[in-house]
């Protein structure tokens, strides 16, 4: 199959419309979208990305209408979430209706939606007739693409068409959160674009996740420890220690502001900007995964603000893979 790169939101929107995927801009991450309520198009998603069944896909919409024929209970709180934070980086997992093909949902009986802010992603929502399934648009457990070019390298031939929306405002995916029916409590199954700090401001505490052990199957797979592992060895800590331990090998270092003079460094943001800094993460960890570097030294980030999200993705990155 032949990919193609282009602008065109009324291609896009053709494709989609006779079962196909596309890759899409959002705010966060690119996405490899398919119509959500057609289960041979969602298919596709898994096919073209390797992605395990048991792995749910989050639903994009554009308007809250579409909300209501995907879940069947808005908890207290939602309403409250959805007027604040969409669109946005902000994913909520509730109650489904059975609209929503199990394949959507690996059979669970909870739905992930959000409302994306990117205008292309908008646009092209807006001229359908159906919302969009869609996870990362990268192999399963690889780095998420934060440009067209990042969703071309590994999905060439693989897909039709790439809808270049330019470099991802964001470059984190979404802050995941669930509101579980058992305990009616809003739980945090992903850290990501929109801070903890800002949703526990307007709903208050958002509970942890119970920690899995690797093998387990886990509620949120996005929790899955080594999910944006790229193909090197990664260690996170004081990167003015851990260098001289490396002595010998061919460093590349991630960094917050500093340079510290390895063969490759990826200062994140010379000035100190943590939103400058997760825009450029994933870009990063890409070019050191391609380079010559043997090993990839990563310093620990401010927790505030995308601070959280950026060691999170990093902690995956370092988790060791079976
Ligand atoms: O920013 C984002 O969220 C991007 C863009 C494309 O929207 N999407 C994204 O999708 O990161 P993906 O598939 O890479 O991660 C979605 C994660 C799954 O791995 C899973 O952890 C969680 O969403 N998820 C989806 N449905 C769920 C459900 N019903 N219950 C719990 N977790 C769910
Ligand atoms: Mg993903």
Redesign the pocket.
């Known amino acids: 199959m032949k990919t193609l790169i282009g602008t065109e939101i009324e291609h896009a929107a053709d494709l989609l419309r006779t079962g196909e995927v596309v890759a899409?801009p959002?705010?966060?991450?690119?996405?490899?979208?398919a119509n959500a309520y057609d289960e041979t198009a969602v298919l596709k998603i898994f096919q073209a990305k390797q992605?395990p069944s048991f792995?749910?896909?989050?639903v994009?919409v554009h308007e809250r209408v579409q909300v209501d024929q995907l879940v069947s209970l808005l908890p207290a709180g939602a309403e409250a979430l959805m007027d604040r934070f969409w669109p946005g980086?902000l994913?909520l997992?509730l109650p489904?209706t059975d609209r929503v093909p199990d394949i959507?949902?690996?059979g669970?009986?909870?739905?992930?939606v959000?409302m994306?802010a990117h205008p292309e992603a908008r646009a092209l929502l807006q001229t359908l007739d159906f919302p969009l399934a869609?996870?990362?648009?990268?192999p399963f457990g690889y780095v998420?693409p934060t440009t067209a070019r990042h969703v071309a390298d590994q999905l060439s031939g693989k897909i039709p068409y790439i809808l270049d929306g330019g470099p991802c405002s964001?470059g984190?995916?979404?802050t995941?959160i669930?509101w579980e029916q058992a305990t009616g409590q809003w739980v945090l199954?992903?850290p990501?674009?929109t801070p903890l700090s800002e949703i526990e401001a307007l709903i208050g505490a958002v509970g942890r996740p119970v920690a899995l052990a690797e093998e387990e199957r886990?509620?949120?797979?996005?929790?899955?420890q080594s999910?944006y592992a790229p193909g090197k060895p990664v260690y996170i800590g004081d990167v003015g220690k851990l260098l001289p331990e490396q002595h010998g090998k061919e460093v590349g270092v991630i960094s917050f502001t500093k340079h510290f003079g390895a063969a490759h460094n990826e200062v994140l943001s010379a000035s100190g900007d943590i939103n400058e800094a997760a825009r450029q993460l994933f870009a990063a960890l890409r070019r050191l995964d391609a380079n010559g570097a043997e090993v990839i030294l990563a310093e620990v980030f401010p927790p505030e603000g995308l601070g959280a999200a950026i060691n999170d993705r990093l902690a995956r990155a370092a988790a060791k893979r079976p």
Do not use: F
């Open positions: 899409i959002t705010e966060t991450v690119y996405g490899l979208a992605r792995d749910p896909l989050i994009h980086p994913t997992v489904k959507v949902t690996s669970l009986d909870t739905v992930a959000r994306p869609a996870p990362s648009a990268n998420s964001v984190v995916e979404s995941i669930g199954y992903r990501g674009g886990p509620s949120s797979p996005g929790m899955l999910h």
